[in-house]
């Protein structure tokens, strides 16, 4: 582990770093954790992917190192958002809920809707089960009307994932449905791509 780490606070190239992430990436150890965060304010998307990429498989070891973030640090924060998105941990709830709703990039928005549909809720109490899946849908609700087309098809599956998780009969999950069925309505600034995959997600959830 430290020889990979001085390999890649070392790299001397674009390529060397990318090299030296993907092998610290692979690694699978918890200490890697800030090095990889570190790797995501270096200004190298190549790098940064698979810092991502490593931190997500590492989990739930790695979110305090990226909540340790500077908030200053735009590129590094999106793409936190991505791995907080992809690892689920709800001590990553708010960054995602922030970036939905206001961050500029799409891209960015894209993943942290998807993220609020997937969160890992097993281990909390039920009570808090339900605090977080009203959060996460309030966010995803109102994401419904993005501009951008890409965020609305992920929020069309972050709904899909987070109603699949919700008491049939219970009105969240009514309300899940019905932004579905927003998102399925054919109109003039809505992506036909956006609308079959809310259909999609409709018949899913109606198999359930």
Not at 71 to 76: L, V
Request: aromatic share 2%; with cysteine.
């Amino acid at each position: 582990m430290a020889e990979q780490i001085t390999a890649l606070q070392q790299a001397d190239s674009v390529q060397g770093l990318l090299r030296a992430t993907q092998e610290l990436a692979a690694s699978g150890d918890p200490a890697a954790a800030p090095v990889l965060v570190e790797v995501l304010g270096f200004n190298n998307p190549g790098a940064a992917v698979a810092a991502v990429e490593g931190l997500i498989s590492l989990g739930t070891a790695a979110v305090d190192a990226l909540l340790q973030l500077d908030p200053e640090n735009y590129g590094a924060r999106a793409w936190a958002v991505r791995a907080l998105a992809g690892i689920g941990d709800v001590r990553g709830l708010e960054l995602l809920l922030d970036a939905l709703g206001s961050d500029v990039a799409a891209s960015v928005r894209r993943a942290a809707a998807k993220g609020l549909g997937q969160m890992q809720l097993a281990e909390l109490p039920p009570d808090q089960q339900q605090v977080v899946q009203r959060q996460c849908l309030g966010a995803l609700l109102a994401a419904t009307s993005d501009g951008e087309w890409v965020v609305r098809y992920a929020v069309a599956v972050g709904l899909e994932l987070l109603a699949a998780g919700l008491p049939a009969a219970g009105p969240e999950r009514k309300q899940a449905l019905q932004g579905l069925l927003t998102l399925q309505e054919a109109a003039a600034d809505n992506a036909p791509v956006v609308q079959r995959r809310a259909h999609l997600a409709l018949l899913r959830l109606e198999q359930q």
